[in-house]
């Protein structure tokens, strides 16, 4: 992330109070741990928590997270990193019952499970949201989920009124609250009234109470119905489970076969419209029907183009040509098909040949924030070990300055102007480090991940830092409730060190908004730092594209700059702070080789260079020339000839252009 969006505004007081209540915080806990949960006077619980809830409805309570900043509009909640654990990976049918009386504080509960019913309104906070829930026996515990507060765009305790909690761990919120903590959405399945649990994708069934056997086609047909009426009211999230529910019934069920086709179908629409694009592509293809008659050939051409859909939208191009490929030749001539099977084309040749209208993008999206409809490439770059860095992106040819290094499309990209954008600062325990989080990022991330396995390896494969989170490749055992599992510890500490911030895009926005605005890019994320870099980015609405600042040669490494903080000590921490390296370049060891009193006479002369050009005009007079020539030698005469012979030199430039246009004038 670039350097402005590392700035914490905290004063030094604030971030030694800041570490201090976490210390005590911590030595609480650590008290605390493995003692029997003290059981709460419920009705006590649930009053205090509704009487919260209306307070915050009201305007009349702050979020207890916010720390820091003059202004509510410059604090910032704090998140505390501490203790990383790993999801669940075990269906819940593997899992035994426990009650809220058998829980123990700061254990994770392994091999069990709750099933928790919500006794009082959502209270919801920019990192957390909580709410009370009672088990079976009557007793009532406060339950919070952290970070991964939404699902399908809804609060997640606000989704259902009855939770099962995987492998329940009880530990102290930092009010010194009792509370079951939830940081990984997969440990939390909502269960609806209806008995259909959770509407992600995946072996739908989660509830070992009902272990039904094979529905008859009337209820598979009225499951059906459902999802189809859910499906027109647009309650995507009805349609899903329904349909979910629809073709668990229907496995048995052989007498109807091209019922579950036609579900399949239809939950391949709705996974489209949802984002489960990797549910669409395989709900697509299970519902091509055997037949030669013309309803076979429109229905197996409706299932192709939401196949190809799907795999556009997974960057699978080759796959989707395929698809409407496919398509046209069942229905020819069928416009939209025709239309898509265009679009791809064009994809196919950005992703292979780098054919791309650059100029046509810079009209349409230099300064903008939508998706651009584009394909990555990155034929011209390799991923190789890097040594003492790593790994690293290389060329695989020669490019010219000014070329076209590589280009990619976001995984995701949290936008400064969005509603929900959010950055926090979150200490980190592991290292003592307070850093800014853009955790509506993290949020995209963690989403578009949970509804897409598929993506999961090209993004967890990126550099988390160590020490990495325990078990962070989890993946869940055949059978647990939904098909993904995203350590969400681990993807904080990747989305922290490779995310790229957007700020320089948006001269025009509040310095707020400037912070907010990160995206993930995991191709160009394996490029390392350089202070004298040999490629530079731009961004095109959510396309980044690396062009050539020199000629570079076949196999040399690839560097942009993630830091360019002018001065040399103010760079060389915000690397550390954020990345945890020293910089070890050409520029840095020549500036270290300064020493402190060379650098600081040559930041003072830049300082007052800066000055003279803002304030002086051209056509200069010649006095003024005079002057600039003047401090151009005393700027120069701070770099050592031989230390600096083929660096740039940062401090000269801005006197060195005003003398160039001095002189055209
Ligand atoms: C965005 S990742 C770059 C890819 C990374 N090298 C990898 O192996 O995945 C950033 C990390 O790379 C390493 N790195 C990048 N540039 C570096 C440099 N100039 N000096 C030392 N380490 C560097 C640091 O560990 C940093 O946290």
Redesign the pocket.
């Known amino acids: 992330m670039a350097a402005d969006s590392n700035t914490i505004l905290l004063t030094q007081h604030e971030v030694d109070r800041v570490r201090d209540e976490v210390r005590g915080w911590l030595k609480h806990r650590e008290v605390a741990a493995a003692t029997h949960r003290k059981p709460r006077d419920g009705p006590a619980a649930i009053r205090a928590a509704t009487g919260a809830s209306l307070l915050m409805d009201m305007g009349g309570a702050s979020d207890p997270d916010l720390v820091g900043g003059s202004s509510a509009r410059q604090a910032r909640p704090l998140l505390v990193i501490d203790h990383p654990y790993a999801p669940c990976g075990v269906p819940l049918e593997k899992l035994a019952s426990m009650s809220l009386a058998d829980l123990c504080l700061e254990q994770h509960h392994a091999g069990k499970f709750l099933r928790v019913k919500k006794v009082s309104p959502v209270i919801l906070l920019a990192t957390r949201s909580w709410t009370m829930v009672q088990d079976e026996a009557g007793d009532v515990e406060r339950l919070e989920v952290y970070v991964q507060t939404q699902l399908d765009g809804i609060d997640v305790l606000e989704s259902a009124s009855e939770f099962y909690v995987k492998e329940p761990y009880l530990s102290l919120n930092r009010q010194g609250e009792t509370m079951l903590r939830i940081d990984h959405p997969s440990d939390l399945i909502p269960r609806w009234e209806d008995g259909v649990d959770d509407s992600r994708p995946g072996p739908t069934r989660t509830d070992s109470h009902n272990e039904d056997t094979a529905a008859s086609g009337d209820v598979i047909l009225t499951l059906k119905e459902k999802g189809n009426a859910s499906l027109k009211q647009q309650d995507y999230r009805t349609a899903l489970a329904m349909y979910g529910s629809a073709l668990e019934n229907s496995a048995n069920d052989t007498t109807l076969p091209g019922l579950a086709k036609d579900i399949y179908r239809n939950r391949a629409q709705v996974s489209l419209l949802t984002g489960y694009f990797d549910q669409a592509r395989s709900d697509a293809l299970s519902a091509i029907l055997d037949g030669q008659d013309e309803t076979t050939y429109r229905l197996n051409g409706k299932a192709y183009f939401r196949a190809g859909c799907a795999a556009y939208k997974l960057g699978r191009y080759e796959e989707a040509s395929d698809s409407f490929t496919k398509q046209l030749q069942l229905v020819p001539g069928d416009r939209e098909a025709e239309l898509y099977l265009r679009r791809t084309t064009a994809r196919i040749g950005e992703q292979d040949e780098g054919k791309y209208n650059i100029r046509k993008l810079r009209v349409k999206y230099a300064s903008s924030s939508d998706p651009v409809d584009a394909a990555s490439y990155t034929a011209r770059t390799a991923l190789r070990e890097?040594p003492?860095?790593?790994?690293?992106l290389f060329a695989v040819e020669d490019i010219p300055i000014g070329g076209l290094v590589m280009c990619e499309k976001a995984l995701c990209v949290s936008w400064s102007s969005g509603e929900d954008s959010v950055s926090a600062l979150s200490y980190d325990t592991r290292d003592n480090e307070i850093r800014v989080t853009p955790i509506s990022l993290v949020k995209a991330v963690t989403a578009k991940l949970s509804k897409n396995p598929s993506l999961i390896p090209k993004v967890m494969d990126?550099?988390g830092?160590s020490p990495s989170t325990p078990n962070s490749d989890t993946s869940p055992e055949p059978g647990a409730e939904n098909n993904t599992v995203v350590n969400t510890f681990h993807l904080h500490d990747i989305v922290t060190?490779?995310a790229f911030a957007l700020s320089s895009h948006t001269p025009s926005d509040s310095e707020k908004q400037k912070e907010a605005s990160t995206g993930l890019w995991p191709h160009a994320?394996?490029?390392?730092?350089?202070c004298t870099p040999n490629i530079a980015p731009e961004f095109l609405g959510d396309l980044l594209l690396f062009h050539a600042t020199r000629p570079i040669k076949a196999g040399e490494e690839l560097f942009h700059c993630?830091n360019a903080t002018r001065d040399y000590d103010a760079r060389q921490a915000a690397l550390k702070t954020t990345?945890?390296?020293r910089?070890?370049?050409a520029l840095c060891i020549a500036e270290e080789a300064d020493g402190v009193e060379v650098r600081k006479r040559r930041e003072e002369l830049v300082v007052k260079a800066e000055g003279f050009v803002q304030r002086t005009a051209v056509p200069a007079r010649r006095v003024a020339v005079v002057e600039a020539r003047r401090l151009l030698g005393a700027i120069e005469g701070t770099y050592d000839e031989v230390r600096y012979r083929g660096l740039s030199r940062a401090g000269i430039r801005g006197l060195e252009e005003w003398l160039a246009r001095a002189k055209v004038n």
């Open positions: 890097s003492g860095l790593g790994r690293g990126l550099d830092g060190l490779n994320a394996y490029i390392n730092h350089s993630y990345w945890g390296f910089c070890k370049c």
